[in-house]
Structure formats: structure tokens, C-alpha cells
């Protein structure tokens, strides 16, 4: 009989060392724009539009445009402009505006604002600004069309994407407040029932926010409140530093609630800590934050490292996805680049940019409900007729806050007692 022999092992093919790509030929690159740009100035029909100037410029708008909707080149007097209004922000119509799918879109409107009360929602879409059309204009000369004086008028032309309507607005520029924390109140007995539950709304991050938010909060725990709801929809944002000190009111002194990185890591600021609350410990009582498609920037941060940290209940939708650093670059000629340089992270390491933050519990409003909200909050009552009026407004995501809040105190005050001596002997055995 013959005995086979043991096959041989097979010897593993050694992974080939993995190839990098060439090197980019910049002066290639740079001799096809060149081409490029000669080909269009013998050949393009209006001399007009193909001087040297001309045709840089739009290079230069076009290679930011590709990059993110917060990049721009803002030519000399445009930039010029921006320098000189850039502390003039009194007066206005109360919205903000964005690129979104590469629509001119309006993210957020202030509810003491012109435009809120002649109509105007978040996510409505910017058709024209007075007779400019928009669909070739960028954020920047965007702006500087939508400013003016204290009375006087522009002109809006929207569409709104959920009724796929056409409607136009004239709204006149007014002096507007910088009050960012609206609303401190008890919620009705009708919303609550039992329970204590506590509202307050911020429509934007300024030096005074945290400061009010706080004195707002002594208040209200004055009256005994057990639970809170933060109301960040429509929220565009504003000063980290002041949405950092409003995540230090519920959180332990020197806690990295934002982190900010670019692509040189040596470059990379110290990450944003909780400031001290001169001694004073961090507030305990269970919290739910209201964000919505109109939350972006340092409101999409603050709930985000609220979620994160596990301190908070976030409801409602999917915020606006805008978590990134843009810094001016002037250039020789007197224009200027707006480029994003870094981005901001939650203390998970999870971007905001481009994703937005995700709520624990999902609910939407349809387009009545918001301009029935929107309407509230222009013009309501005080006090307890206020909380009552909020509570007949039909707001299911507000609604489906106070709710995930009533099930946490149920717990707290039922079920974590009874189960109290069981988790104590399961220690004992532990040790």
C-alpha cells in the first residue's frame, strides 16, 4: 500500500505593501485652468464677461462653492460691507438663513421679529429678495440684501416646502432685542398633572444666556419644580462659550462638553469645559431638550453633550447639521475667503456637521402646528395664562417631552424605592 505524503503547508501570500497614489501635479492642474481660461476668452460670445477679473473670481466662487455651503469668496466690497455692518446687528427682520441642498433656505425665525409675525417659517425656502433672484446668490450677498434700516421695507418671495406653495412677505427692518431666554414658567396642571414640570425656551447663545437661564431656574425651583424642558428649536445658535456655561448648569464644574479639530492636531484649541458655578452643584433633576430642523451650531452642541453625558432627554427632529468652524481669510486684492477650518465634536467624539443630532424620541409637527406655535409665541399672555394657552396649542413634541419626564419621576419616586433592598444585597454578594 502506499502511503501519500503529507501535503506541503501552504505558504501565505505575503499582502502586497499597499500603493500610494502619485503625488498631485499641481502645475498640471493649474495649466488645464489656464487653458481653460484662454479657450473661454477667444470663444465666449460676450467680451464683456471674460476679462481676467471676471474670470478668477468666478473660478474662486465656484471652488468654494464645491467644497461645503459654508464656504464663500466675498469679493472687495462686498467683504468691504461685511467690515463695516459686521457690528450693526440691531436691526434686522429676525431670520437666518443657510445653504441647504444647495437652497438658500431660511433655518430659523425669531419669534419677536418682523417676519415671524408677518408669517415666515423655518425652512421656508428663498426664492427673492426683493427682485433678485436667489439661486445664484451666496450666503454673504444674501445677508447684505436682506439688511436695512429700522423701517424701512424688503421683500420676500418664498417657497414653502411642505405646502409647495409660492408666497411672498413685505417686511419691514425693526430694532430687535437680545433677550435669548424666553417663557420661564410651570406647565398647566392640564400638561403636567401631578408633577412639577418646568419650560423655558432659548432662541439664541449670547454673552447673557447661561446667566438668565440660571436666575430663570433659581425661580422656578423656588416654586418646586422637579423636572425641566429646554427649548432649543429654531435656535441658530450663537456664542460656544455661552452654550458651554448653559450645559454647566446641569453638569459637574470642569466637564469637556466640545471639542474642536482640524486638520493640524498641534493646532487644535483646548477642548470647552464647564465653568464653575462659584461652589454651587450642578442642578439634578431629569431634563428633556426640544431641538427641531431649525437647531444649529451651538444649540445642536448643547444638545448633543447633553445626550452624550446621558444627562438629558432629547425630543423632537433630527437638527441642522451645522457643526463646523469658518474663519475669514482676507487676500491681496481686498476680497476675502470664508473657509471651514475645523470642526466641533461631542464629548463622544461624534460630529454634528452635515448629520445633525438625532433624537432619543422622534415627533414632528405638521406646517399648522408651527405657525400656530409661532403665532404663541409672538403674542401670548403671562403667568398662568400663558402656561395654560401653551398647553392648548396642541404641541406634540413639547407633549412627548413632559411625558419621557412624568415616566422618569414615576420611576424615581415608585419603582427605584422598591427595588432599592434587592440592589443593596446584590452589593453585599458582590463584595
Known sequence: MVVPKPAEPTKATPTPPAVKPPPEDAYVQMEMLTRAMEMVRQNYVDESKITYEELVEGALEGMLNRLDPHCEYMGKSLFEDMQREQSDTSEGIGITIALRQNVLTIITVREDGPANAAGVLSGDQLVRINEVLTDSVGIAEAMQLLKGKAGEEVRLTVRRPGTKQFLEFKVKHETLTETSVHDPMLLAQKMAGEFKIGYARISQFNQPTARDLSKALDELEKEGMQAFVLDLRNNPGGLVDSSVAVCGEFLPEGTVVVTTEGRVASQNPPPFRTPSRNGKEPRKYPIAVLINHGSASASELTAGALQDLKRAIVVGTTSFGKGSVQTILPMKN??????????????????????????????????????????????????????????????????????????????????????????????????
Open 334 to 431: 481686498g476680497a476675502a475667503m470664508r473657509l471651514t477650518t475645523a470642526k466641533y465634536y461631542t464629548p463622544s467624539h461624534r460630529t454634528i456637521h452635515e448629520n445633525g443630532v438625532e433624537p432619543n424620541i422622534v415627533s414632528a409637527l405638521t406646517t399648522e402646528q408651527e405657525l400656530r406655535i409661532s403665532k404663541w409665541r409672538a403674542s401670548h399672555g403671562t403667568g398662568e395664562a400663558a402656561a395654560l394657552e401653551l398647553a392648548g396649542l396642541g404641541d406634540q413634541q413639547l407633549e412627548r417631552a413632559v411625558d419621557s419626564l412624568k415616566g422618569v419621576l414615576v420611576f424615581d419616586a415608585f419603582v427605584a424605592p422598591a427595588l432599592a433592598p434587592a440592589a443593596k444585597l446584590l452589593e453585599k454578594k458582590s463584595e
